[in-house]
C-alpha cells in the first residue's frame, strides 16, 4: 500500500465533517509516526501540507467499481443514472459553440489614460505556516454602489451590511483576523479584462445619471452609478487582498464580504450584476504572487453559472474551474455555456466541471452527492495549492431568485470539505444571494432521480479527462433466484407466520430479500411532520418519509393565539387512535381542540382537519415536537409548555427533566 501521512490527514479531515465532529480514532495496525502526526495535527485543526496529486490505479478502481455495485441496492444516493452516449457531442458542442459565439461584440470604451504605481508584492517563499486562522475582509465603502432607478433591486447595498452584522451578532466576526481592503490595480484587473472594458467603466465614474442609464444599457443586467467603478475596483482588490493574506501566512484561510459580485463579468463585458470578475482576478493575482503556474481550485457553488469565470479559464490547466447551477430553459445567463458537455477547450480541456441542474428545487442531498462523488474526486487528482469559492447564497432556502432548497448547514459543510484541499489555503469571495435573513426549518430531502441524472451527465462528460471517474460498469444482475416455497404446508394466506424454512432459504436469497437500509431507517422512525404541498395553507417542500434531518425551530410563531390550554383529565391521548381511521402508526395531536388524528403518512387526517377548521398546529405523541402548517415550520415556544407537559407526563409517568422540553 502506499497511502502517504498527507493522504491520511485529508481522510481524518473529511471524516470530521460527519457527527458534528464527534470523531474518535483508534490505533490498530501499523505504527508509521509520520502518519500519526498528520492525523493528530488534522484533529488538533491543522490540515498541513497538502497531498500531491492523486491518480487512482486501475486495481483501486475496479475495487471501489465492486463495492459501489455491491451497496447500490441499499442506499438510493449510490445509484446511477443510466449513462448517456456520447456519439452526437462533438456535433452538438460544435453547434452550441456556434449559438454562443453569435453577438460576444464588447461594447466599445476608452482607457484609462491614468497608470497607477503597483503595490510592492510580498515574495512567497516556502509555504507559511499561518499566524491566525481566518481573516475577514469588508468596507462599507462598497455600499455606494446602487441602483439611481430602483431602489428595489435584489442586488442592495444592505446585503453585505447584513452579513457583517449576522456574522457579529454569532460572534463569529470577533473571532476573525479583521485585514483592510484596498482597491484593485490596472495591472491586477487587466490580467483577466481587456483595456477596452476596464476603461468603459472607468469613464462611467463622470457621466450624468441619464449617460449613466445609457451606458448601463448596453450590458445585460447591470446598472450603473457614478461609485459604481470604484467599487467594483474594490471588491476586487479585497479578493486579492484576501488571497494575499493567506498564501503569505497571515491567515489560513479568508471571507471576502463584498459587491459588486463579480462571476458574470467575462473578460469584455460586465453582466448579471457583475463589472470585473472578482475571483478570477484574485485567483490571476495569486498566480503572479506565487511567481509560476499556481495550481488554484475555483469551486463556484452560486445557483447561476459564472459564465464569466469559464470563459476566463477554459484553455487554461492550471485552473479547474467547477460549477454547481441551475442550467435549465432561459435561467440566467442562459445558452449552452454552462451545459455539462462544456468541458474547457485546447490545453483546458476536462478543467471545466459544469454540474448543471435540471430545474429548481436542488437541495442538501444533491449538493452533497455532487461534492462527494464529483468535485472531491476530481480536486484531489488535481492538488490545488489554493482554492478559491465563488459563495453565491442564492441557491439557499428561501432565495427569490435561485429556487432551491440548500440550508446554511450544507453551505459550513462545503466549506469544511474545501477545507482540507491545499493545506487549509482557502478564499470565500461573496457573489449572489438576496434572503440573507432566510434560515433553515428542516431541509433534509432524499436525493432525487433528476438531480443524479444531473451529476451522472458531468461525470460521463468528464471520464475521459479524470481516471478517478472511470469505474468500471456495474456488473450484469444475477439470475432471478427460483421462488422460495415454504416448508410447511399449513401457512394459509393472512397467516401471521409466513417464513420459509431454513432449508429453503440460500445466503443469495438472504442478500435479495434484505430490505433497503432508507427502509430500515424509516422503520427506526427517525423524523417528524412534514407538511404536503398539497396542505390548503400553501406550497411547503414535500419531505421524504423516515428523512434524517436537522431542525432550526422557529421561536415565535403568529398562530400561537389558536393554541388552548390542555383538558384538565387527558388520560388516554398518549395512546389514543386516530379518530377518522382508528390508525395507531403515527398520530398527532391537535393544539386547538386536542383530538388525535394520523399524519400525513398514515391517513393524512390531521392535515385535513386543521385545514377545514383553521387549526393551525400540531404536536406529535412520538416526539413532541410542534408543527405549524401555516409557517411551514417546526415551533418551540413557552405558549407550548403545558401541552407538551402533560403529554410527556402522560407517556412516562414522570415530571419532564427539563422545565423548557
Known amino acids: 500500500m502506499e497511502v502517504t501521512p498527507e493522504g491520511f490527514a485529508l481522510l481524518t479531515h473529511l471524516l470530521s465533517a460527519l457527527a458534528g465532529g464527534r470523531l474518535l480514532l483508534v490505533l490498530q495496525g501499523g505504527s508509521e509516526p509520520g502518519a500519526l502526526g498528520a492525523v493528530l495535527r488534522t484533529l488538533l485543526g491543522d490540515p498541513g501540507d497538502p497531498p500531491g496529486p492523486m491518480t487512482p490505479t486501475p486495481s483501486g478502481l475496479a475495487s471501489v467499481a465492486r463495492a459501489l455495485d455491491t451497496h447500490r441496492k441499499y442506499w438510493s444516493c449510490l445509484d446511477c443514472a443510466e449513462e448517456e452516449e456520447e456519439e452526437e457531442e462533438e456535433k452538438d458542442e460544435e453547434e452550441e459553440e456556434e449559438e454562443e459565439a453569435q453577438g460576444d461584440g464588447d461594447p466599445q470604451g476608452t482607457e484609462e489614460e491614468e497608470e497607477e504605481e503597483e503595490e510592492g508584492e510580498e515574495d512567497l517563499g516556502p509555504w507559511p505556516h499561518p499566524v491566525a486562522r481566518t ?71 463622470g457621466l450624468r445619471p441619464r449617460e449613466l442609464r445609457a451606458a448601463a444599457g448596453r450590458y445585460n443586467s447591470v446598472f450603473l452609478c457614478p461609485r459604481s467603478y470604484a467599487c467594483a475596483r474594490l471588491a476586487a482588490g479585497t479578493a486579492c487582498a484576501a488571497v494575499t493574506a493567506v498564501l503569505t501566512g497571515k491567515v489560513r484561510n479568508a471571507l471576502a464580504v463584498v459587491r459588486p459580485p463579480g462571476h458574470h463579468a467575462r473578460p469584455g463585458l460586465a453582466g448579471g450584476f457583475c463589472l470585473f470578475n472578482n475571483v478570477a482576478v484574485a485567483a490571476r493575482h495569486g498566480q503572479r504572487l506565487a511567481g509560476g503556474a499556481l495550481r488554484v481550485l475555483i469551486l463556484d457553488w452560486d445557483v447561476h453559472h459564472g459564465n464569466g469565470t469559464q470563459e476566463i479559464f477554459e484553455e487554461d490547466p492550471s485552473v479547474l474551474y467547477v460549477s454547481l447551477h441551475r442550467h435549465d430553459g432561459s435561467f440566467f445567463p442562459g445558452g449552452p455555456g454552462g451545459s455539462p458537455r462544456r468541458r474547457g477547450k485546447g490545453p483546458g480541456s476536462g478543467f471545466t466541471v459544469n454540474v448543471g441542474w435540471g430545474g429548481p428545487r436542488a437541495g442538501d442531498p444533491d449538493y452533497a452527492a455532487a461534492f462527494t462523488r464529483l468535485v472531491l474526486p476530481v480536486a484531489c487528482q488535481f492538488a490545488p495549492q489554493l482554492v478559491l469559492v465563488s459563495a453565491g447564497f442564492d441557491a439557499g432556502r428561501g432565495d427569490p431568485l435561485g429556487g432551491c432548497l440548500v440550508t446554511p448547514p450544507t453551505f459550513g459543510l462545503m466549506t469544511h ?46 471520464r475521459r479527462a479524470w481516471t478517478c471517474l472511470r469505474l468500471p460498469p456495474p456488473r450484469a444482475p444475477p439470475p432471478a ?181
Open 135 to 205: 481573516g475577514l475582509l469588508y468596507d462599507e465603502r462598497m455600499e455606494e454602489h446602487y441602483n439611481l432607478w430602483d431602489s428595489q433591486h435584489p442586488e442592495a447595498p444592505q446585503r453585505v451590511r447584513r452579513v457583517v452584522e449576522r456574522l457579529e451578532e454569532l460572534g463569529l466576526a470577533q473571532r476573525c483576523l479583521r485585514l483592510p481592503a484596498r482597491p484593485a490595480s490596472l495591472r491586477q484587473l487587466r490580467a483577466c479584462h481587456t483595456r477596452a472594458h476596464v476603461g468603459a467603466l472607468a469613464a462611467s465614474s
Open 417 to 462: 470539505l474545501l477545507g482540507g484541499l491545499a493545506g487549509g489555503r482557502l478564499v470565500l469571495v461573496l457573489e449572489g444571494g438576496y434572503n440573507l435573513g432566510a434560515t433553515a426549518e428542516g431541509a433534509g430531502q432524499c436525493a432525487r432521480a433528476a438531480a443524479l441524472r444531473a451529476l451522472e451527465r458531468t461525470r460521463t462528460a468528464q
Open 481 to 661: 433466484p427460483h421462488p422460495v416455497v415454504a416448508a410447511s404446508a399449513d401457512i394459509t394466506p393472512g397467516a401471521d407466520d409466513i417464513t420459509p424454512g431454513a432449508d429453503d432459504v440460500t445466503p443469495d436469497d438472504v442478500v435479495a430479500a434484505a430490505p433497503p437500509l432508507e427502509d430500515i431507517l424509516r422503520e427506526l422512525r427517525l423524523g417528524a411532520e412534514p407538511p404536503a404541498d398539497h396542505a390548503p395553507w400553501g406550497n411547503e417542500e414535500e419531505e421524504e418519509e423516515g428523512a434524517l434531518f436537522a431542525v432550526t425551530p422557529l421561536l415565535d410563531c403568529p398562530h400561537l393565539g389558536a393554541v388552548s390550554p390542555p383538558p384538565a383529565e387527558g388520560q388516554g391521548l398518549e395512546g389514543a387512535p386516530c379518530r377518522a381511521c382508528g390508525s395507531r402508526r403515527e398520530n398527532w395531536l391537535c393544539l386547538s381542540c386536542y383530538w388525535v388524528l394520523c399524519g400525513r403518512y398514515v391517513g393524512g387526517h390531521m392535515l385535513a382537519h386543521g385545514g377545514a377548521l383553521g387549526h393551525p398546529l400540531a404536536l406529535s405523541l412520538r416526539d413532541l415536537s410542534a408543527w405549524c402548517y401555516p409557517c411551514g415550520g417546526y415551533v418551540h415556544h413557552p405558549a407550548l409548555l403545558p401541552a407538551k407537559t402533560l403529554l410527556y407526563r402522560l407517556k412516562f409517568g414522570t415530571d419532564p427533566p427539563t422545565p423548557t422540553l
